[in-house]
């Protein structure tokens, strides 16, 4: 199965830009790529997903490179409440015998 | 609201003592799962199912059993053959249907202690 690379942590400022990569050097044609979130004590959120084009929702953007060996959540303005730790993973057009599976993720420390 | 509910909240076992944690869903979900979590680490698969009747192994399932008689339902209990059984566990599901496009839902989790 193909896998994700992220940084262990990163830091922002609150109200700033946040952008956070994922590497995906082994991406398939056929794989989308999803970004969750984990706030403490609670299960992991979807945050957004896509296939090849740049994607907007009211939480996040999702910015994917021309070749899809990568890409960046990108949060527009940081609050508090987007500390947490995101995971970018890989999913399959179709599941067949895929599991899915979440890495460490990148921790985000937002600062006041 | 559709949603996955894990009960209870926060789970206390004793030694020897099998436990079970409870995931139900209303997302008309065909796939469920279930995840541990230890502290500072990401999610480990234990137990999966694609179909009512039907599971599978994940990548630390020893010690753990799973039952999937109902769509809505996949219960996970804990054996005491699972000698470090604290963790916080994970309840997921996600429709099968053009499965990459759709997003896996996961329930508030189930925080088990050993007594």
């Known amino acids: 199965d193909a896998k994700t690379t992220q940084p262990n942590s990163m830091e922002s400022n609150e109200e700033e830009p946040v952008h956070l990569p994922c590497n995906h050097s082994t991406i398939s044609g056929t794989d989308y790529i999803h970004w969750y979130r984990q706030l403490p004590s609670q299960g992991p959120e979807y945050v957004i997903h896509?296939?090849?084009s740049n994607v907007n929702n009211r939480m996040a953007s999702l910015a994917i490179a021309e070749d899809r060996k990568s890409s960046t959540l990108i949060l527009h303005r940081a609050t508090l409440r987007d500390a947490a730790v995101y995971y970018c993973i890989l999913r399959p057009a179709s599941g067949g015998s895929y599991i899915p599976t979440f890495g460490r993720g990148t921790s985000l420390i937002v600062h006041p | 609201d559709g949603g996955i509910t894990q009960s209870p909240k926060y789970l206390f076992r004793k030694e020897g003592q099998n436990v079970t944690l409870s995931c139900e869903q209303n997302?008309?979900?065909?796939?469920m799962y279930w995840y541990r979590q230890d502290p500072g680490q990401g999610l480990r698969l234990i137990y999966y199912s694609q179909i009512v009747n039907d599971f599978q192994k994940g990548d630390i399932a020893e010690g753990y059993s799973v039952s999937r008689e109902k769509k809505e339902s996949f219960p996970l209990t804990v054996t005491s053959a699972q000698k470090n059984p604290t963790a916080f566990y994970l309840c997921a599901s996600n429709s099968a249907m053009s499965y990459g496009n759709q997003p896996q839902h996961f329930g508030d989790g189930t925080r088990l202690s050993i007594l």
């Open positions: 896509g296939l090849t």
């Open positions: 997302l008309n979900h065909d796939a």
